[in-house]
């Protein structure tokens, strides 16, 4: 096997260790329930959206949508709207095109 | 720089009380003496607003005013952040971010002018020339922001520390280390002796291409050349926000094959990369093609070999591919955008591997592009645009600078997509030749600018309210103009969203255009950061 020099380099990479977030135990039933839908506002979104709305209030008896929207697709989505969803039972992020 | 004492209680008590009546409890103001105007501004050490803005007060005349700072982080940064800045006024520190709770600026930079009977008379929030200069003019001084320094009008601040979730505990007196302001050194990898240097390095951390191992040698040259200590953070690099420190920038230019004096170039660029109005996030993880093209002007061109002329796109000159190169790296390994994982670019951009041209200023009839910029001439300068790769145009047939220009629309209508109009920018590289013949027939750049914006535009007729296509669901709000006689939409919102740009060889008659990712505060604006003279 060939050998090389010893070489020691210098990390150039990101060495933060990103903090495991435990996900929230899963509901057993949507009845009842907060549910929040955010809509990231790529054309598109409220057809997914409406169409999720319905059906959770129909056939799964959420007891309220809370529907809300991203500024701008193109960047997080701002604290207070990150609030308004902690808030609630469970979130869909609707992403489309 | 003195740094006051935090617990040397000269204060004025209707300073606080007329700011927040409700908190006559809360700590003393260190050093404001009374009977005299002043202006305190409480701010945090790496808040890019503050670095901004805190060195104009250094204009105010401290014989008549009194200047204090508040500052929301630790001694070490405070006194680090006085010497970077050459802050020439004292500066306290607000321990425990008690006076920060008690005042609750929301954001910082937050300015106050008092009156010598200690009341407010005005406040500022954020970085904000006029309003600097108004404040100076309340003191009787002539303006202390010039518009032509390179710093922009106006810039957002950041929250206020004690508003942020890590400083709701309240216990450490130290302030909060999520934004600190200095990083931990960089990770040592000794490689085993049967590691080949190149091989491990390319396969951890490459741009899919060999690079050369970033020895602790050749690292530590590289931050010596910065003037920086290797810690100093000098931004968080989006989508991952990893610290890029001095060193873990050096480490990357050192892979990328650059020269050490590159540093001097290489940590503005990825201070602009990172600024909010570039939105380096949405730019790394868009589906579009963008990538950020750098844009060279000025003396640094000369200085470090950054190549303006033939093939001013390809792989010519050191200086433009390791410039590009580095800052590529820099985005992949300490920002994590991956273009295998999180950059989901859909087809990609070549210029991921290095994006990175330089204005032939000598042959630009015209100002310079940092000039129109708002930088001086004498400046050098480093421009970030988030592009798509450069769409040629030959025209080799016109003689007079109208159908040159008309030739160039044609490329230009079809930016980001063809019936696609107000939302795209585009840069226009005009090649000496043609802006030649443009500059001869008697335009100004304002005048090819503003030509290039009256004859953009795509056909009515290719819009119909039955079909559905993209571009076509925003008609609505588009303007129609006529071009040759037929009716059009207007493609551009403005002139100022054509960007004119010199640069290639004296021969052939090409130019390009290179259209954008989303545009304005919902999407990346381009930003233009000066490079500290040599």
Redesign the interface.
């Known amino acids: ?16 260790v990103p903090k495991a977030a435990t996900p929230p135990a899963r509901l057993a039933s949507l009845k009842g329930k907060k549910i929040g839908l955010l809509d990231i506002s790529k ?1 598109g979104g409220n057809f997914f959206l409406d169409r999720l709305e319905e059906i959770f209030k129909t056939k799964y008896g959420a007891a309220e949508i809370v529907r809300t929207r991203k ?2 697709y ?3 989505a701002p604290p207070q709207i990150i609030e308004q969803l902690r808030a609630m039972d469970a979130v869909v992020e609707g992403l489309a095109d | 720089m003195m740094l006051l004492s935090a617990s040397l209680a000269l204060s004025r008590h209707s300073f606080y009380r007329c700011l927040m009546p409700q908190v006559l409890n809360a700590p003393p103001i260190s050093g404001l003496q009374s009977g005299k105007k002043a202006v305190v501004v409480i701010f945090e050490t790496d808040c890019p607003t503050c670095q901004l803005a805190l060195p104009y007060l250094n204009s105010l005349n401290q014989d008549s005013v009194q200047v204090i700072g508040l500052s929301q982080d630790d001694e070490r940064s405070t006194r680090e952040f006085a010497d970077q800045l050459k802050i020439s006024y004292p500066l306290g520190l607000d321990s425990g971010l008690k006076i920060s709770r008690a005042y609750g600026p929301q954001n910082v930079p937050t300015f106050y002018m008092l009156d010598e009977s200690g009341q407010i008379t005005k406040t500022l929030v954020g970085f904000d020339k006029q309003g600097l200069n108004d404040l100076a003019a309340a003191l009787g001084h002539p303006p202390i922001a010039p518009a032509d320094d390179g710093a922009p009008a106006w810039k957002p601040g950041c929250s206020s520390r004690h508003l942020e979730p890590e400083a709701q505990g309240g216990a450490d007196e130290s302030g909060a280390k999520l934004l600190r302001r200095l990083g ?1 050194p ?6 085993r ?5 190149f091989e491990y ?1 390319r396969r ?2 490459g741009d899919a291409l060999p690079v050369v ?4 040698e050749k ?1 530590d040259a590289m931050v010596r050349a910065s003037g920086l200590a290797p810690e100093t953070i000098i931004a968080r ?1 989006a989508p ?1 926000y ?2 890029a420190t001095v ?2 920038i ?3 230019a050192v ?1 990328a094959g650059c020269a050490p004096e590159m540093m001097r170039v290489l940590m503005p660029l990825v201070r602009a990369a990172c600024d909010e109005r570039f ?1 380096i ?2 730019v790394q993880a ?1 589906t579009h093609f963008a990538a950020p093209l750098v844009m060279i002007n000025g003396p640094v061109r000369q200085e470090l070999g950054f190549w303006s002329k033939q093939n001013v796109f390809s792989n010519v000159a050191l200086a433009n591919s390791s410039l590009g190169r580095a800052f590529q ?1 820099v985005l992949l ?4 955008g991956r273009p295998d994982g999180i950059d989901m670019s859909t087809l990609g951009n070549p210029g991921k591997f290095s994006f990175c041209i330089a204005e032939n200023e000598e042959e630009n009839p015209w100002e310079p592009f940092h000039v129109t910029r708002g930088l001086k001439r004498e400046q050098s300068a480093v421009s970030l645009f988030a592009a798509e790769p450069p769409r040629g145009v030959s025209e080799h047939t016109a003689p007079a600078a109208k159908t040159v220009l008309e030739t160039i629309s044609f490329a230009l209508a079809t930016v980001w997509s063809y019936r696609m109009c107000l939302m795209p920018e585009a840069i226009v590289v005009l090649c000496p030749e043609h802006v030649k013949t443009i500059h001869r027939d008697g335009f100004t750049k304002e005048q090819a600018r503003q030509f290039l914006f009256e004859n953009t535009g795509i056909p009515v007729r290719y819009y119909s309210k039955e079909e559905r296509a993209e571009g076509m ?1 925003l008609a609505a709000n588009y303007k129609e103009i006529t071009i040759r006689g037929e009716k059009y939409y207007q493609k551009f919102r403005s002139p100022e969203q054509i960007h004119i740009f010199v640069a290639g060889g004296t021969a052939g008659k090409f130019s390009a255009v290179l259209g954008s990712w ?1 545009t304005g ?4 604006q381009m930003v233009t950061y000066p490079i500290p003279d040599k």
């Open positions: 096997m060939k050998e090389y020099k010893m070489v020691v380099i210098v990390h150039p990479g990101n060495e933060s054309p500024p701008t193109s960047k997080n | 931990d960089a990770s040592r990898i000794t490689l002796n049967e590691e080949d240097p390095c951890k951390f191992p970033p020895t602790v690292v690099v991952f990893g610290e060193e873990k050096a480490a990357n892979m939105n996030h949405g868009t790296l390994n300490i920002g994590g669901q989303a505060t919902t999407g990346s």
